[in-house]
């Protein structure tokens, strides 16, 4: 590829513009700590003699690098007019806080004086955090992933000081690794074709630039139908991994929208495959070493397919993603499993990463001690000292330990003695009351370790996730703390990272926001906005909701082929607006911001939200064809477009016994595609009529608490008993 030609000329051997790494590369040591807010605020300009400039940065993954002999910048204008000034290329390094790999990288290379002497001397060096400018990651990740065939983090990008890329790859090695170049090879190979086959690297560049703008302008296209639904469906059942449940034969991530996407299959169709494939999946997350059996929460993702050693590092959207497919299954199944383990989860995150001020943090580390997943892992005598013989047997037999130890250390594969915690099969009640005695015990030993490092920033968008996760929860399971939960971090949210002009910020951390807000941010907090307005039905959340979809639409919203790009029309100015739908680790933007204009639409009655929708949809049906499986939110808003829709108003006073027992009723049915909408009387009525102009005429028949249902757009007489409410809802089941 023109990337790599310079590069390999210069270098004599075979083009390669580096890989994430497998098994073969050595651990990295103990990072420094943070510097506290008093070291920074005692610090000259410059950072003095111990930092350099990222120590005023608020990420903490910049702050990881503040003691580097690299001369980082943050991304911004000024490193790349000084690159123009010197007339040197960029040195793009993108990462997060708890990436692995990164940690490596940043031991290997970025922490050693002769690889910083040789950055600071070719390039202008930039540090990125990809979670707090989703927009510029997403860019040069397309680069990567165009150039390489593959992407990750580390990301490594190369550019012209006008920002156009003609080198990228991911982690490097200091030294050349087999095929692998190293920094000491690579940093002086990238320099010396800048300067003396810099025409030839700029034609790279520009064309790279020139792929990349055809790329991501892309093709709408018409609309997507039942069908596409089905072959997504058939899509995930020929990569099912029947056995072990999860996709795929090798690494498996937790991706809970493909769940949530076969759950609704299930409920539309009737399909037992869908169901197979959601029971077996959400069962192995739960069983395997992939959830934390002692501390609670789920991982990242499994390093092997049997999801017994994960990639230990704890994310946020993780968290609100897959709890959120719990609640969906318990709803469709009744099975306590699934409400136990969404509650699990919730209970992780209510203790280890919910801020004094309610907000929620993004993410613990993988590492402690220099070593991945230290902090989580057993020997048997560490066991044996906390348990008794009894005891140590039980989790013996049932957590699948051993004196040789089942997890094998990353770079050698040999076993180390210690154990990751995993069952395969379900405790029974009895074990289950046995083992919540000794996994306390084992918890409070755990807590004398050296804790990971906790990313305490709070993300706009993440934080939308995780207030949909526990409203939906305190919905569901008539759990009022839950609700609360979702509340508090909506208030702190609303309050904190929005601005008088009511435009969204992207991150907040230690008193002070910034930043400005992408698309996902305001599509993952409007859709957790409208979920906490169905729990708790305070109109005050439906309002925040649609200012913030508004001011979407106003800002995002691609006027000429539909959908979302990724940054505002006010944003920064990058080499092309992003638009994308992939659905990965998370639930792309515009797929959540089409499902969001539906549930608004319905719940407003303003139709014009609705075909801002359906437009999001044509805009990338296109695309979404190729492989419906990889869309698999976006799919949902497809089932909402195609599928039976209801909306449910209940009329009467919130606290009485009978609105109540009819909100229950509605809460703990499996609708994915119904809204629901408390009217009570007086002020707070009007309220609601002031936001929904459809809900004005409804009253109380015959002073009783009451329910209004419209399906498809056709309106049934009111019913005042919980029979009548529900034979209502079968009648429309039956026509889904």
């Not at 920002?163 to 790859?169: E, Q």
């Not at 305190?474 to 759990?479: M, Q, S, T």
């Not at 649609?546 to 006027?559: P, S």
């Amino acid at each position: 590829m023109l990337v790599a030609l310079c590069v390999s000329a210069a270098l004599s051997i075979p083009t390669m513009t580096g890989a994430t790494p497998q098994d073969d590369e050595p651990a990295h040591g103990v990072r420094a700590p943070l510097p506290s807010p008093e070291e920074i605020a005692a610090l000259p300009a410059d950072g003095g003699d111990e930092f350099n400039r990222l120590v005023f940065s608020g990420s903490p993954y910049l702050l990881q690098h503040a003691r580097n002999p690299v001369d980082w910048h943050e991304w911004g204008p000024a490193a790349f007019e000084l690159a123009a000034e010197r007339g040197v290329p960029v040195f793009l390094s993108i990462g997060y806080s708890t990436c692995h790999w990164c940690h490596v990288m940043e031991h290997e290379s970025f922490e050693d004086a002769e690889v910083a002497r040789l950055m600071n001397e070719a390039f202008v060096c930039v540090k990125l955090d990809r979670e707090e400018r989703p927009d510029i990651d997403q860019l040069y990740m397309s680069v990567t992933q165009a150039l390489t065939g593959s992407g990750g983090w580390p990301m490594t990008v190369v550019m012209t000081p006008d920002k156009r890329p003609f080198f990228a790859g991911t982690y490097f090695p200091k030294q050349s690794i087999g095929q692998r170049f190293g920094m000491l090879e690579l940093v002086p190979a990238l320099s010396t074709a800048w300067s003396e086959r810099r025409e030839e690297v700029l034609q790279s560049a520009k064309a790279i630039t020139e792929d990349l703008a055809a790329r991501v302008a892309g093709a709408p296209g018409g609309d997507l139908t039942a069908e596409h639904l089905a072959e997504g469906e058939a899509e995930l059942s020929r990569r099912f991994d029947s056995a072990r449940g999860g996709f795929g034969a090798a690494r498996k991530f937790p991706v809970p929208h493909e769940q949530t996407f076969l759950l609704r299959r299930h409920g539309a169709t009737g399909s037992a495959r869908a169901l197979e494939m959601v029971e077996r999946t959400l069962g192995a997350w739960r069983l395997g070493g992939v959830f934390d059996q002692v501390g609670l929460g789920i991982h990242r993702y499994s390093t092997d397919p049997n999801w017994l050693v994960p990639h230990f590092e704890k994310m946020l959207y993780d968290q609100a993603l897959c709890s959120l497919a719990y609640v969906d299954a318990w709803l469709v199944t009744g099975d306590a499993t699934y409400e136990r383990a969404a509650r699990e989860i919730l209970a992780y995150v209510s203790r280890d990463m919910t801020s004094p001020e309610g907000g929620f943090y993004s993410a613990e580390d993988a590492d402690s001690e220099g070593e991945e997943g230290l902090f989580y892992l057993w020997t048997e005598a560490e066991l044996g000292e906390v348990l008794d013989a009894e005891e140590a047997a039980f989790v013996r037999e049932r957590f699948r330990t051993s004196d040789e130890g089942n997890y094998r250390d990353e770079a050698t594969g040999e076993r180390t003695g210690r154990n990751v915690l995993h069952l395969n099969a379900p405790l029974s009640d009895a074990e289950r009351a046995r083992w919540d005695v000794m996994r306390a015990r084992l918890f409070e030993a755990r807590e004398g370790r050296i804790h990971p490092l906790k990313d305490d920033k709070v993300l706009t968008d993440w934080n939308g996730l995780m207030i949909s996760a526990f409203a939906r929860a305190g919905r569901a399971f008539g759990d009022e703390a839950l609700v609360a939960t979702a509340r508090r971090a909506a208030d702190f949210v609303l309050s904190e990272l929005r601005t008088d002009s009511g435009r969204l910020l992207k991150r907040w951390r230690g008193g002070e926001a910034g930043l400005h807000g992408m698309l996902e941010d305001h599509a993952f907090l409007a859709q957790g906005l409208l979920d906490l307005f169905e729990a708790s039905h305070e109109v005050a959340y439906l309002v925040a909701a649609r200012e913030i979809v508004d001011t979407a639409v106003l800002h995002f919203h691609d006027d000429e082929a539909g959908g979302f790009f990724l940054s505002p029309d006010d944003g920064e100015a990058l080499l092309v607006r992003s638009k994308t739908i992939y659905d990965g680790a998370r639930p792309s933007g515009n797929s959540v911001m089409a499902c969001t204009l539906q549930r608004l639409s319905r719940m407003t009655g303003e139709t014009g939200y609705e075909e801002l929708a359906a437009g999001t949809i044509r805009a990338f049906s296109a695309q979404v064809e190729q492989s419906p499986s990889y869309s698999t939110q976006l799919l949902a808003a497809v089932d909402f477009q195609t599928s039976t829709t209801r909306e449910i108003v209940v009329v009467g006073p919130p606290q009485a016994p009978e609105t109540r027992a009819m909100l229950a009723l509605l809460a703990r049915r499996y609708a994915p595609n119904d809204v629901v909408l408390l009217r009570p009387p007086g002020e707070e009525g009007a309220s609601l009529a002031a936001a929904c102009p459809f809900t004005e005429p409804l009253v109380p028949v015959d002073s009783k608490a009451t329910a209004y249902v419209c399906t498809n757009f056709a309106c049934a007489a009111p019913v005042t008993t919980l029979e009548a409410l529900a034979g209502l809802l079968e009648d429309g089941a039956a026509d889904r």
